[in-house]
């Protein structure tokens, strides 16, 4: 058995990598007829794309129609041509992720140094799919409020999806540093875990809490497309809805945008259970930008952001012990049960040095002799403590309230650091198709104080993810998480 060299492997893992991405072209098809409705044999049709300039051609068969297949998403023009027919052009096609366009062409006789230049309809009705979704472009996602500048909250604007989970889904942890939304939504009745999510194609869903692990700029992403129903087969292992964001890539000229949000609690009012008023401070800020390296061939796109985040955390209304429970000074009415079990009876009678019995009542109001129960008026021995509620009890807040042993904070501080980047490079040839590669970086750690109901818990959560080549995510999840008491 000869032994496959690595470089040849490598080469072959990443070849089945990409054959096993979902699609993230669009393609375009139509009929060439004459005005009276001849067909057209041999007309060739060629899609441009506005922004790139990168074009692909089809010829018309026999039965006139023709078929432009993987066009990357973005603006196009049609043209098509023919030897006795004037040239046709029409423009301002919009090619989305998994679209299937049907656009008809009607060539006019004359000379081809002749043109008929038609604008495309905006509402353009797919024939040939049968799967039920819509596409949400970049200018809704960029338009749209959105707190915390995740697209995953959009997915509630499409029929069928209900925005709210119903909290089965145990979310242990943020994502993408801060955000609370996984994406963990009921598509078409089904159950919250049943949804995939694809960035340029890749699957990035995350296997313990079935939401989206990788979470883009939100300046990055061109479009994403949620599909509710009737899936292709290429979809065939989710009986829920399909996410597939698509980031944008470079153009033939420079574009770009510098953005920074802040917000913070300057109009915020005090919790009423809280004694002062809870901090927040948030900045997010970043950049997206992308031009070209080889025009019409080679382009380059670029993004970043930062979150900086201060979020005042309350414990609400906590009941701890006061402080005369602590030392087992306890009413009566707190110990109105009885022993259950010889053992027990056998443990409490070391630890306090008479006899208790099995079914004995540990206190009651009349109760005065440990002849007639366990705990007269209601006071526990601190002998009778277990050695490790003893050593835990130091670790238990006093309550603000030494009477009451109610506790109420709001002094503490959870913060958020992430730095999230992504780098995409597409290549345009006519000779080997088209060449993406994207890479994507998400550090983050974040802090929590209140990993238990009162102060003293503290949970730090260090993340980190990336994904790449051929836009075919490679997931690793550093995490750890420690606690201090």
């Not at 999806?161 to 939504?185: E, F, H, K, Q, Y």
């Not at 699957?203 to 313990?208: A, Y």
């Amino acid at each position: 058995m000869q032994r496959v060299c690595k470089p040849l492997a490598a080469l072959i893992l990443l070849s089945m990598a990409s054959m096993l991405q979902a699609d993230v072209t669009g393609s375009i098809f139509g009929l060439v007829s004459d005005r009276s409705q001849g067909l057209v044999v041999g007309a060739v049709v060629t899609a441009t794309n506005i922004d790139n300039n990168f074009s692909k051609q089809a010829t018309s068969g026999s039965d006139g129609q023709y078929r432009i297949l993987a066009l990357a998403a973005g603006r196009y023009t049609i043209s098509a041509t023919a030897p006795g027919f004037q040239r046709f052009t029409i423009s301002g096609i919009i090619v989305n992720v998994n679209d299937q366009l049907s656009i008809p062409v009607t060539l006019d006789v004359g000379s081809v140094d002749q043109r008929v230049d038609v604008e495309a309809n905006s509402v353009q009705v797919q024939t040939e799919s049968t799967q039920l979704g819509d596409v949400v472009e970049t200018k809704k996602i960029l338009a749209l409020p959105l707190n915390g500048r995740s697209y995953l909250d959009l997915l509630g604007l499409q029929a069928g999806v209900v925005p709210i989970t119903s909290g089965i889904i145990p979310a242990d942890r943020p994502v993408s540093g801060m955000l609370a939304n996984l994406g963990n939504v009921s598509i078409s009745g089904q159950r919250e875990n049943a949804n995939a999510f694809l960035v340029n194609g890749g699957d990035v869903s995350e296997g313990k809490n079935f939401g989206a692990g990788l979470i883009p700029n939100l300046d990055s992403v061109a479009e994403f497309r949620l599909i509710t129903n009737s899936f292709d087969a290429e979809y065939g292992r989710f009986s829920g809805g399909v996410m597939n964001a698509i980031t944008k890539s470079g153009t033939n000229s420079i574009h770009g945008s510098v953005f920074e949000f802040l917000r913070n609690d300057a109009l915020d009012a005090r919790n009423f259970f809280d004694p002062v008023k809870a901090e927040l401070r948030r900045n997010q800020f970043g950049y997206a930008v992308g031009g070209p390296v080889w025009k019409n061939k080679l382009f380059w796109f670029t993004d970043y952001q930062g979150t900086r985040q201060v979020v005042g955390a309350s414990t609400g209304v906590v009941q701890l012990p006061t402080d005369l429970q602590r030392t087992g000074v306890f009413s009566p009415g707190n110990l109105n049960s009885t022993v259950k079990g010889v053992a027990w009876a056998q443990v409490l009678t070391q630890r306090l040095g008479y006899t208790v019995s099995n079914g004995e009542p540990y206190s009651s109001a009349s109760c005065a002799s440990t002849a007639n129960c366990v705990f007269p008026g209601g006071i526990i021995p601190t002998r009778a403590f277990d050695k490790l509620a003893t050593n835990m009890l130091p670790l238990i807040a006093h309550g603000t309230n030494p009477l009451t042993g109610l506790f109420t904070d709001a002094s503490q501080k959870s913060t958020t650091r992430d730095d999230k980047t992504g780098q995409r490079v597409d290549f345009y040839t006519q000779n080997t198709g088209n060449w993406s590669f994207y890479y994507h970086f998400d550090d983050s750690t974040f802090d929590n104080p209140l990993n238990g109901s009162t102060p003293g818990y503290q949970t730090i959560t260090l993340r980190g993810r990336r994904c790449s080549p051929s836009a075919t995510p490679k997931l690793s999840e550093p995490r750890r998480s420690t606690n201090f008491g």
